[in-house]
C-alpha cells in the first residue's frame, strides 16, 4: 500500500510539471509551485502574460481508468475552501498581489499507466483546463 501511495504522489508531482510546463509555453509567468501552509497546498500560482489576474492552479492527474471524472468530482465545497484559505495566506504573504483579480482554474491531466514501463512526461495528456472553476463567496 505504501508503494502504490508513493507511486501516486510521484505521478501528481510528474502532472503538475506538466502542467507548469504547458502553461509556460502558453505564455504563463510561474509565481509558485506546490506552495504550502497550514491550510494545504496550492499546486500552481501563475499570471498569464503579465496581467492583473492571479491565478490559484489545481491539478488532478488521473489513469485512464479512474472513477471520479478526471479528478473533478475530488474537487469538493471543502477542496475549495481550503485552497481559498491558503490563497488568502499567500496574498498576506505577498502583499504586491492584494489588487489582483484572483481565479481559481483546475487542470485535468490524464496519464498512460502502462506495465514495465518509466512514467515520464510522454505518459501526459491535458484532458480539460478549466478557467474559473470556482468562485470565492
Request: hydrophobic share 40%; net charge neutral; aromatic share 10%.
Amino acid at each position: 500500500m505504501k508503494q502504490k501511495k508513493q507511486k501516486n504522489l510521484k505521478i501528481g508531482d510528474l502532472g503538475e510539471k506538466f502542467i507548469t510546463k504547458w502553461l509556460r509555453d502558453q505564455g504563463w509567468n510561474i509565481l509558485a509551485s506546490r506552495w504550502r501552509c497550514l491550510w494545504g497546498e496550492i499546486d500552481i500560482i501563475a499570471q498569464k502574460n503579465q496581467s492583473n489576474s492571479l491565478v490559484f492552479i489545481e491539478v488532478k492527474t488521473r489513469s485512464n481508468l479512474n472513477l471520479d471524472r478526471q479528478g473533478i468530482d475530488s474537487i469538493t465545497l471543502a477542496k475549495q475552501e481550503k485552497i481559498v484559505k491558503s490563497a488568502e495566506l499567500f496574498l498576506a504573504e505577498n502583499p504586491q498581489f492584494a489588487d489582483y483579480f484572483l481565479r481559481f482554474d483546475v487542470a485535468l491531466v490524464a496519464y498512460q499507466n502502462l506495465p514495465n514501463l518509466l512514467i515520464d512526461e510522454n505518459c501526459f495528456k491535458l484532458i480539460n483546463y478549466l478557467e474559473s472553476a470556482f468562485e470565492v463567496d
